[in-house]
């Protein structure tokens, strides 16, 4: 056979023959699997990137996750817990400490002194869910969400934890849970990313987020997201340079792609494939980047509802809004994150400026959502990495306190896209430190999110260096009782 090769010419072995044949046939498949209809003859036509292959029908086609960078305070927020008021000041039992591990700032306290929230509590909705006079805004939508008060992780610094909630590991190097969904199920829009990132700061002690947070890993580079910037260039480096032609441009891509072409005729390397891809979505982009993301033709209506801020590119208020045109626009997976919430000191001042930033606008994403129909298909998410302890860091002044980082229980909410609404899942003990009932682990949570995308989490997943990765790793449970 190797010589039947080389008498036609064929610069190959039998090896690399079939190398490079199982090559083309998982490139095949692959693509089968992101475009069902990519052999049927339409995969011009917008729908035919309309479906992936999900493992059973969806409840929700897109996500909007809003994470809240830096750990908002579960205490201050979402979980009520007076007894910290009647008990200020005194030490927190070692019965209810259990021994457990502490950050390097307050592990070598002598005592734990418990401090009461200084915002009052009140009921609301059907499930009388107790939410804080912060977040008045989502006060007003409670009987739509969902409020999970039993979230724990087993990172205690900011980077592994929102790591771990990002992409299912503390380490880096992972493809992030937007990656995962873009692999799993494609685009449902050939003119816009699968995955798009959008960043804000607020106003208290800021943690930094990176791209390794919405990073592909090890999955092809296709499924990175990608992150829009406030300004006039949403996309860096998208735009043509100046003296360059729309026409010249075209003209140079497909020049370009030949060359590539020919190079992936010789290797059989997926990722010139992946490239060229890149560059026919970046020209693409030229034309549906701006439109998506003018804001100016919003009605009076909406920016109200909003708040002014939604005018301002690059604030919390107008990454939500930005992201419901997103989500219009058939973005798989949309990932806002606002910074500011790490409020180890001077917490009642700093987090009420962070509520301010973000309570209204999250409430409107939710209401604009359903009003236009779409928010039964789209899975919505806000909460931070961990929670705060329920005792003081730094000087005891019930107007000054700070609290620390707090890994074993901690409150986030969402709703949309199969999700039950108008309950509060878990509780916690009255000293909001331990979850008395329905726990809910970082894994569990993704597997809850991938089930809701019509993905099972066990199946879900790409082979790398000699291993079967998933999201949820080797962990994770459906917690159904989330599931309407």
């Not at 829009?189 to 990073?215: E, H, I, M």
Request: proline content about 5%; glycine content about 10%.
């Amino acid at each position: 056979m190797e010589k039947n090769f080389l008498e036609n010419g064929l610069n190959v072995n039998r090896r690399q023959f079939f190398s490079r044949v199982s090559t083309g046939i998982g490139s095949l498949a692959l693509g089968s699997l992101l475009i069902p209809d990519l052999f049927s003859g339409s995969a011009d036509d917008a729908s035919a990137l309309g479906h992936g292959m999900p493992h059973f029908a969806p409840k929700a086609k897109r996500i909007i996750y809003m994470f809240q960078s830096g750990a908002p305070s579960q205490l201050e927020s979402f979980d009520n817990k007076p007894l910290l008021r009647k008990m200020m000041g005194q030490d927190l039992p070692e019965s209810i400490r259990q021994g457990q591990r502490l950050t390097g700032m307050t592990a070598n306290y002598a005592k734990f002194p418990l401090v009461g929230s200084l915002y009052d509590f009140q009921q609301y909705g059907q499930a009388r869910a107790w939410v804080s006079e912060l977040f008045p805004h989502t006060a007003k939508v409670v009987d739509d969400i969902c409020i999970v008060k039993s979230l724990f992780t087993e990172a205690i610094n900011h980077d592994p934890a929102i790591t771990f909630f990002q992409t299912g590991a503390q380490q880096g190097n992972r493809p992030s849970m937007g990656a995962w969904m873009s692999y799993g199920l494609g685009s449902e829009n050939k003119n816009l990313p699968a995955f798009c990132v959008l960043v804000s700061k607020g106003r208290g002690n800021g943690q930094g987020v990176y791209s390794k947070l919405w990073s592909n890993g090890f999955l092809d580079s296709v499924h990175q997201g990608v992150q829009f910037m406030p300004g006039t260039d949403p996309v860096l480096y998208m735009g043509n340079p100046a003296g360059t032609s729309k026409q010249s441009r075209r003209e140079m891509l497909d020049q370009l792609e030949t060359l590539n072409q020919m190079q992936y005729d010789k290797l059989g390397d997926p990722e010139i494939v992946t490239k060229i891809q890149q560059y026919e979505m970046a020209y693409r982009m030229q034309t549906s980047v701006p439109e998506v993301t003018d804001l100016s033709k919003e009605p009076d209506h909406i920016i109200k509802l909003y708040g002014p801020d939604c005018l301002v590119p690059g604030t919390y208020a107008a990454n939500c809004l930005l992201a419901r045109k997103l989500a219009e626009n058939g973005v798989r997976f949309i990932q806002l994150y606002h910074q500011g919430w790490d409020h180890h000191g001077n917490l009642p001042e700093e987090m009420a400026g962070q509520a301010k930033d973000v309570d209204q606008a999250s409430a409107a994403l939710v209401q604009d959502l359903k009003q236009r129909g779409l928010l039964e298909d789209t899975l919505v998410i806000w909460g931070g990495e961990f929670g705060r302890t329920n005792y003081c860091q730094g000087k005891l002044e019930f107007n000054k306190y700070g609290r620390d980082h707090h890994p074993r229980a901690f409150s986030a909410w969402l709703t949309g896209g199969g999700v039950k609404t108008g309950i509060v899942y878990g509780e916690t003990d009255d000293f909001g430190y331990n979850i008395v009932k329905n726990p809910v682990h970082v894994h569990d949570f993704h597997a809850t999110l991938l089930h809701l995308m019509g993905l099972d989490h066990e199946k879900l997943t790409y082979k790398h260096q000699g291993r079967r990765y998933r999201l949820t790793d080797v962990h994770g449970k459906v917690v159904n009782d989330l599931i309407a």
